[in-house]
């Protein structure tokens, strides 16, 4: 899995204007880039209760569309696991509804990744 810059030409000069207040640089994922979300598990265990899509990556967070459920909660912790990854600790930073059965949610990753 290969993440990649954004093309400057791609990136309108509004977008430039807020990517350059972020505290880390983003990448785009590789194509199709699955994560497992587990909104329930305790600290060892790990049981994915949904599957999303990575749209966005830093090495602090990640952006995931996903549907629409009554357990997104802005600052919940929960944990998640990319492809070829090890499961880890996030918190759900923001959550924006696309329509009504898809959301987009900002996640902070809460233990460093290895």
Known sequence: MVAKRYPAEQVSEHE???????????????????ALIDIYSGDNDFFPYVKGLVTEESCNGVRVVVTNNEYWVENAQIKIKKD??????????????????TIVMGLEFISNPS
């Open 84 to 101: 070829g990854e090890e499961p880890i600790s996030a918190k759900i930073r923001w959550l924006r509804q696309i329509d009504f059965n």
């Open 16 to 34: 430039k204007s807020f990517l350059q207040q972020r505290k880390h640089e983003r990448f785009r994922p590789a194509p199709n880039t699955m």
